[in-house]
């Protein structure tokens, strides 16, 4: 099922450049993010982990100079980084439930925070949200409406 929600992806991600011009935060990214759509925390977890390597770019980019595939790398390995901390954090509630914020794959959250960089904030999350909420519904229809769960 990865491959084919991966393949979607791609396939949106290229619809959404094409005709609105709005980068779905790289090519891989709503694929990877439709299969987890059921975990609000891992949604949250991946968006925090791709902000806050948004914002050491940003805060990086007044003393270097960040830009093209410098930027790519950074971004990638910055989130790459943080991801590897948030899968470290678990937060304990009043009913003993583990609650993870952790990111979502390897390099999701740089490829997002790159073109947060690139095209801004709100575009980067609506195109992420619209093109893997797209993919989800597709992969529905195609597995006849059974519930994908975690990858």
């Known amino acids: 099922m990865v491959d084919v929600a991966v393949g979607l992806g791609v396939i949106f991600s290229l619809l959404f450049s094409e005709f609105f011009g709005v980068a779905a935060g790289g090519i891989v990214v ?4 439709a299969l987890q759509l059921e975990d609000p925390f891992q949604l949250v977890g991946t968006l925090v982990v791709a902000l806050v390597t948004f914002l050491i770019l940003k805060a990086a980019s007044h003393f270097i100079f960040i830009f093209g595939r410098r930027r ?17 954090l678990v937060l304990h509630n009043v009913f003993s439930l583990d609650i993870r914020f952790q990111a979502i794959g390897f390099i999701i959250p740089g490829l997002v925070a790159n073109w947060m960089e690139r095209q801004g904030i709100f575009q980067t999350i609506a195109g992420v949200v619209i093109a893997s909420c797209a ?17």
């Open 30 to 33: 709503p694929g990877y993010v």
């Open 135 to 151: 993919v989800r519904l597709l992969l529905m229809v195609i597995t006849g409406g059974e519930l994908i769960g975690h990858v």
């Open 72 to 88: 790519m790398v950074l971004s990638v390995l910055i989130g790459f980084l943080l991801g590897h901390v948030s899968r470290m």
